[in-house]
């Protein structure tokens, strides 16, 4: 059995504001929740009933695998069904999850990943596992490794392609604004490939964030991305242009990442000052928030979105 939950009193330093990396998903929500009573049997019908959309399956098993007594009640169900595919991948995602917060050695946690691909040799999640560990801790090779492992079973990996470009954001560090830097290769060459309806459409403006996120903790960029030139550049306007161009059209409203991409490209439009392209963009977000861009490169998240929600809405 695992430990009591820690006492209501510990962690109130953190920011007022939590963020729900389910996002939307309201299953997800629910079975999490269970998950953390020890009652794994919901998370074991939601997993079932993702079937092989892969997209949501990361997501799902991901999300799940963040609750902190997760390879507890993973492990729990693997003593009720041995052999079950859907707990021996939740407990290898739990564990990357352990390992990156120092709480497990990355060798045995490698090892449990490719464990679990071997037992579903199409499923990429065990290897979307593999290059959120390779991702922090790894070196090159072993990122790209991975992420090819993930792109040769699903080729448009949301998740994936996210990682591979926030790995790639980081190489040459020194490099400066260089729109010949790497990723924004790598970022055209995935939205190129991928089919029209594809949200990896938006992953240029990923990139250029990401690229942000690196210049500025470096002190190339400032630290207030509105105060950046890095949002006015010809090559800036023409991604964010064609990025939010192709949102308007798109009609995969189900996508279980799309509140990222959208977080993302809100936040590239209120820097860009395009206050009312951004308005349309919060609207849509609602109180889904992430993280991720509105923390780049050390700020606080919420209060980041708030400001320039209420900028881009006029109710500031």
């Given at each position: 059995m695992p430990p009591p939950p820690p006492p209501l009193g510990?962690?109130?330093?953190?920011?007022?504001?939590?963020?729900?990396?389910?996002?939307?998903?309201?299953?997800?929500?629910?079975?999490?929740?269970?998950?953390?009573?020890?009652?794994?049997?919901?998370?074991?019908?939601?997993l079932a009933h993702t079937g092989k959309d892969w997209d949501r399956r990361g997501h799902r098993a991901t999300v799940l695998a963040r609750e902190p007594y997760c390879a507890a009640w993973a492990r729990e169900w693997l003593l009720a069904e041995p052999g079950s595919v859907d707990a021996t991948v939740l407990l290898a995602l739990a564990r990357v999850r352990r390992a990156l917060l120092g709480k497990e050695k990355p060798g045995p946690v490698r090892e449990a990943c490719r464990d679990a691909a071997r037992m579903v040799p199409a499923d990429p999640t065990p290897w979307l596992g593999l290059l959120m560990l390779e991702r922090s801790l790894g070196a090159e090779a072993e990122v790209e490794r991975a992420f090819e492992a993930v792109r040769g079973r699903y080729a448009d990996h949301h998740h994936a392609h996210h990682l591979m470009v926030a790995r790639l954001a980081e190489r040459r560090p020194d490099a400066g604004p260089d729109p010949l830097h790497e990723v924004y290769d790598f970022a055209s060459w995935a939205a190129e490939q991928a089919p029209a309806d594809s949200p990896l459409a938006i992953l240029p403006v990923i990139a250029h964030t990401e690229r942000y996120r690196v210049l500025a903790a470096t002190g190339q960029e400032p630290a207030d991305p509105h105060a950046s030139g890095h949002w006015s550049g010809r090559r800036a306007r023409l991604v964010m242009k064609a990025a939010f161009d192709w949102w308007l059209e798109w009609e995969q409203e189900g996508h279980p990442r799309r509140l990222t991409d959208l977080n993302f490209l809100a936040h590239a439009k209120s820097c860009e000052g395009r206050g009312a392209e951004a308005a349309a963009l919060f609207l849509r977000i609602g109180e889904h928030v992430t993280p991720a861009p509105w923390s780049y490169p050390d700020r606080d998240p919420y209060p980041a979105f708030r400001a320039a929600r209420a900028s881009a809405l006029g109710t500031d």
């Amino acid at each position: 059995m695992p430990p009591p939950p820690p006492p209501l009193g510990r962690g109130r330093r953190r920011a007022a504001h939590t963020f729900d990396e389910a996002l939307d998903d309201a299953e997800l929500v629910s079975a999490r929740a269970d998950l953390a009573q020890g009652r794994w049997q919901t998370a074991r019908t939601l997993l079932a009933h993702t079937g092989k959309d892969w997209d949501r399956r990361g997501h799902r098993a991901t999300v799940l695998a963040r609750e902190p007594y997760c390879a507890a009640w993973a492990r729990e169900w693997l003593l009720a069904e041995p052999g079950s595919v859907d707990a021996t991948v939740l407990l290898a995602l739990a564990r990357v999850r352990r390992a990156l917060l120092g709480k497990e050695k990355p060798g045995p946690v490698r090892e449990a990943c490719r464990d679990a691909a071997r037992m579903v040799p199409a499923d990429p999640t065990p290897w979307l596992g593999l290059l959120m560990l390779e991702r922090s801790l790894g070196a090159e090779a072993e990122v790209e490794r991975a992420f090819e492992a993930v792109r040769g079973r699903y080729a448009d990996h949301h998740h994936a392609h996210h990682l591979m470009v926030a790995r790639l954001a980081e190489r040459r560090p020194d490099a400066g604004p260089d729109p010949l830097h790497e990723v924004y290769d790598f970022a055209s060459w995935a939205a190129e490939q991928a089919p029209a309806d594809s949200p990896l459409a938006i992953l240029p403006v990923i990139a250029h964030t990401e690229r942000y996120r690196v210049l500025a903790a470096t002190g190339q960029e400032p630290a207030d991305p509105h105060a950046s030139g890095h949002w006015s550049g010809r090559r800036a306007r023409l991604v964010m242009k064609a990025a939010f161009d192709w949102w308007l059209e798109w009609e995969q409203e189900g996508h279980p990442r799309r509140l990222t991409d959208l977080n993302f490209l809100a936040h590239a439009k209120s820097c860009e000052g395009r206050g009312a392209e951004a308005a349309a963009l919060f609207l849509r977000i609602g109180e889904h928030v992430t993280p991720a861009p509105w923390s780049y490169p050390d700020r606080d998240p919420y209060p980041a979105f708030r400001a320039a929600r209420a900028s881009a809405l006029g109710t500031d």
